[in-house]
């Protein structure tokens, strides 16, 4: 392979010194592969408790008045924090934070991100914005049970849980979720676009890559509205502006508010709240696509057309948000023109999917335990996808609208997909990142129980929302519309999000017995392209390169070329030495 | 949202426009020599600058989203337009004043001409200082007068963008305050050139930032 240095970065390596004692190593580390697992740590500890949450109040909805220590109180504190820890401090912490740390530098052949020292800043201030959510728990009134989309009036007016404390405390927490999410995604993009290694040209950038650069300019765009709308509502709440609120009685009295717009509120909200949406998902795209490519043995199909579509995508996102507002009492005109942006954004998504599916075929399929997770994702967002038609359009939207079958949609097409991709994306880096192989079986449980798991939650969930049964409430009561069916199917859906809940004790044991116990994996195991597999340790050690930087000669797709010695072809292999491409006109 | 969606509207499209400029004729199966030799850099600026360029997008989202909320609230009946304090005038020329001084210390720096750039870092500093201050004394005008936060909505508007361009201000003097701190301990222009070119950048979209809102202050 060849490894030259390139004659205006060696300077960088004297930036890099290793570290020598463990709180430098390991606490304010600035290496990007330290931070990430940070970021990752904590991400998936804060996720488990929110799934934990979701065991709560599921119990409640599958097995109404048995359980005294879930009161109507609680049940909406839960369902309010379960959906913003995996929303914003779960997955977007994750995939950004997380992944994009680890890979970006490794997959574009950098040292380190370009600001090292913001890079430390940004987890740790994550960790603060983490520690504020929780002790919302611990103050007087607990946690807001305002819904995660802490609509005004209600998140700030008496009666709502959290009232007090615990909505302020949430909006801190997000304030500073944002300011740290900032001080990365300034990182991501300037890495991807200055400090990559000679003959890494933009397309030449695994999909990974691509999807998390994309991803971050949405993330530092349309953050601010909920940094602005959080602001906005925090004034209202403590000094008693009336942005959002308007003229009430809260509890029996006249409240000193009046004027106020809480349609301002869902405005600003989804206008972050949408592209949120795709800064989870883009990750995801890209990560599926590698996934795919490397366990088919074959390039990606389309790579350009990846691109394009991610491109696509970032743009559109921003003009779909009233989708989430047809029952706002919007002008109607504006539900047209949403309705259609959201059409149009479904075809370069749709794209990605055909090519995900032409990449498998005629591939050389390995149904490694990456590989089973990143098809998992391919039927899960296919079927929150095509919901996601339906609810598009206002007509169909109006009666669905606030029922289960929401709730099913959104969480097929970014609770399910996304976390697929965020367990196959563990399982197949996770050999890189300790020097140690996961336990093959283990993963196979943990897929299959989680993929079927997640099948016999959701798809009955959209059969109640068909039914008309409302989402967000406590207990349904003697509601004559609903069938016996629904309240026994409710039983059964808990039943399943308990058996999913515990199959992740399965993922934990594998992935923490294994850093011990597995098998040595090897720099390579997956035999595949990218650089991040070609570093000269494994884990790879601080400046990831050792002396020189790689030098990139081709894309990351070259699997299985005709004329090529091996089915894969690193990206350092110069083209005179192994042929390049697939089937497209080169002689070999 | 038009105000957001305009900003942001020109911000993914020169973004795009530049991604799509970078992969539309590639073909990137094929290796081609002049790939191989492309450095990994793709704009010739130094990183910082880049880092600064993403950073004022983002802050253009900030007050782009805030201008739009003023925009969509001030449409409510009970809005009952301020009239801002004349002290602002004087403000505005601070900091006006503040911008083209860090301008001509930028380009000494530029030039290397050492001697002039201690004295520009301070006045432009002092200045901007001034400014701050000059805001401070506005809202007690209006609070003395009687304009609450939470009295309507205009006031809270003014108190709320006032503030948040204060604080990205509070944050510009603080990379002034650790240049100037190192060109009083006697560093030359080079240590220092790079802050105060980017910090130049910053005061002007700051200066831009402040003029598009008091502008809006003034004529609602």
Known sequence: MAYVSIADRDHEIEHHDDPQTFVAKYVWSQDHKVIAIQYGGLAILIGLFGMVLSSMFRLQLGFPDTFDFINPENYYQFVTLHGMIMVVYLLTALFLGGFGNYLIPLQVGSRDMVFPFMNMLSVWVYALSVVILMASFFVPGGATGAGWTLYPPQAISPGTPGVDLGIVLMLVSLAVFIVAFTMGGLNYVTTVLQARCRGMTLMRMPLSVWGIFMATILGLLAFPALLVSAIMMLLDKLIGTSFFMPAMMAAGEVTEYGGGSPVLFQHLFWFFGHPEVYIVALPAFGIVSDLLSVHARKNIFGYRMMVWAILAIGGLSFIVWAHHMYVSGMNPYFGFFFATTTLIIAVPTALKVYNWVLTLWQGNIHLRVPMLFAIGFIFTFTHGGLTGLFLGNVTIDLPLSDTYFVVAHFHMVMGVSPVLVVFGAIYHWYPKMTGRMYNETLGKWHFWLTFLGTYSLYLPMHYIGFLGVPRRYFAMGNTDFMPDSAITLNTSMTISALIIAATQLIFLYNIIVSLKKGEKAGGNPWKATSLEWLTPDTPPKHGNWGHDLPVVHRWAYDYAVPGAPDDYTPQTVPADEVPVGRDHGVDH | ?220
């Not at chain 2, 301020?82 to 601070?94: F, G, Q, R, V, Y």
Request: proline fraction near 3%.
């Open chain 2, 1 to 220: 949202m038009y105000i957001t969606l305009i900003l942001l509207g020109v911000i993914m499209a020169t973004i795009i426009w530049w991604l799509l400029r970078q992969t539309l004729s590639t073909q990137p199966w094929v290796s081609a020599a002049a790939d191989d030799a492309v450095s990994g850099t793709s704009l010739d600026v130094n990183r910082k600058a880049v880092g600064l360029m993403t950073f004022l997008a983002v802050a253009t989202s900030v007050f782009g989203l805030f201008i739009s909320a003023y925009t969509i609230r001030m449409e409510e009946p009970d809005w009952r337009p301020l009239s801002e304090p004349t002290l602002l005038w004087a403000n505005t020329i601070m900091l006006v004043l503040a911008s083209i001084v860090y301008h001509w210390t930028r380009n000494a720096a530029v030039k290397g001409i050492e001697e002039r750039i201690k004295p520009g870092l301070t006045v432009a500093g002092a200045l901007t200082i001034l400014f701050l201050l000059g805001q401070i004394v506005a809202w007690q005008q209006l609070s003395a007068a009687g304009f609450y936060v939470a009295n309507n909505p205009a006031n809270g508007f003014f108190y709320l963008l006032t503030a948040v361009h204060g604080l990205h201000m509070l944050g510009g003097l603080w990379v002034w305050a650790r240049s100037t701190m190192k060109v009083w301990t006697g560093a030359g222009s080079d240590s220092v050139r790079l802050s105060i070119e980017l910090c130049t950048v910053y005061w002007h979209f700051l200066l831009l930032v402040w003029i598009v809102l008091f502008g809006m202050l003034l004529s609602t």
